[in-house]
């Protein structure tokens, strides 16, 4: 049975004591299995990002969006096999999945601005003999964990704008459905990224706590339940490290007295279960 398994250092990385099965919801049938990193495994994920980080940040703004424009049109190219896999593991219609990708790419496209925002500001005698200027600079590796209801676009949210600032980037997607985030992590080395710069490591919660424990990540994104989300920003805050967590994400809707109901409810219920 096919195995998924880690981006490592430009190298993937099947061998683990442990393995989950992955589903196909529209048969229910096991198609593959995900390799579950330990503790060990990720710590040499991170060591490899650490190890790549120097040259990267040092790489000029204007050809690291270059690898994000190059990245940009092999999403494009390979749509088709990112949606079968989507579609394969998460249980979405071609047609969602292609949305869902299409939104993935709008950030892969504002990555590629990066050399007119990473610009700084500079302003000259602002007091006398005082000059002021601003500068931006890479964090250092930077981690995140993303759900398993949009597998290619929230991972999508995060490390194109985290790699095309400098920083280097360790992915812990959904072990539910790892291919499509592993299969796009996988174009941005044929795009010309470094080896070590984006790694992907597929588990549990023993990756995460080890992500949230290791000192040399210095941030971390996560979107998935609120619970989950709370946790994570408290221990990530506690350890000093820069978090972002967006728990829930519940759609609303105001239904006027004139609404067309059978439209209403249809598009009510794609909204709380079109994903789930």
């Known amino acids: 049975m096919p195995i998924v398994g880690h981006l490592i250092n430009g190298e993937i990385v099947t061998t683990?004591?442990?393995?989950?099965?992955?589903?196909?919801?529209?048969?229910?049938?096991?198609?593959?299995?995900?390799?579950?990193a330990d503790k060990a495994t990720v710590e040499s994920a991170i060591a490899a990002a650490q190890a790549a980080?120097?040259?990267?940040?040092?790489?000029?703004?204007?050809?690291?969006?270059?690898?994000?424009?190059?990245?940009?049109?092999?999403?494009?190219?390979?749509?088709?096999?990112?949606?079968?896999?989507?579609?394969?593991?998460?249980?979405?219609?071609?047609?969602?999945a292609q949305g869902e990708l299409q939104r993935g790419i709008e950030n892969v496209e504002f990555a590629c601005s990066a050399p007119e925002l990473l610009k700084g500001e500079h302003s000259k005698n602002v007091g006398s003999n005082i000059?002021?200027?601003?500068?931006?600079?890479?964090?250092?590796?930077?981690?995140?964990?993303?759900?398993?209801?949009?597998?290619?676009?929230?991972?999508?949210?995060?490390?194109?704008?985290?790699?095309?600032?400098?920083?280097?980037?360790?992915?812990?997607?959904?072990?539910?459905?790892?291919?499509?985030?592993?299969?796009?992590?996988?174009?941005?080395?044929?795009?010309?990224?470094?080896?070590?710069?984006?790694?992907v490591v597929n588990g549990d919660k023993e990756a995460v706590d080890t992500l949230l424990e290791d000192e040399r990540i210095m941030a971390v994104s996560f979107v998935g339940s609120t619970p989950i989300a709370e946790s994570?920003?408290?221990?990530?805050?506690?350890?000093?490290?820069?978090?972002?967590?967006?728990?829930?994400?519940?759609n609303h809707a105001i239904i006027m007295p004139d609404a067309d109901m059978d439209n209403a409810v249809s598009q009510l219920v794609g909204a709380a279960f079109g994903s789930s």
């Open 232 to 250: 994570i920003y408290t221990r990530a805050s506690a350890a000093g490290k820069r978090c972002q967590a967006l728990g829930g994400a519940k």
């Open 53 to 96: 980080f120097p040259e990267w940040r040092n790489t000029p703004p204007i050809k690291r969006a270059r690898v994000m424009f190059r990245f940009k049109q092999l999403l494009e190219e390979h749509a088709d096999e990112i949606c079968r896999l989507i579609g394969e593991e998460h249980g979405k219609i071609v047609h969602d």
């Open 131 to 199: 000059d002021s200027w601003s500068e931006f600079q890479p964090l250092g590796v930077v981690a995140g964990i993303t759900p398993f209801n949009f597998p290619a676009m929230v991972p999508l949210w995060m490390y194109p704008a985290a790699l095309v600032c400098g920083n280097c980037f360790i992915l812990k997607p959904s072990e539910r459905d790892p291919s499509s985030a592993l299969y796009i992590a996988q174009l941005l080395k044929e795009a010309g990224l470094p080896d070590g710069v984006m790694n």
């Open 16 to 36: 683990s004591a442990r393995s989950l099965d992955v589903f196909n919801p529209a048969t229910a049938e096991i198609t593959k299995r995900v390799a579950v």
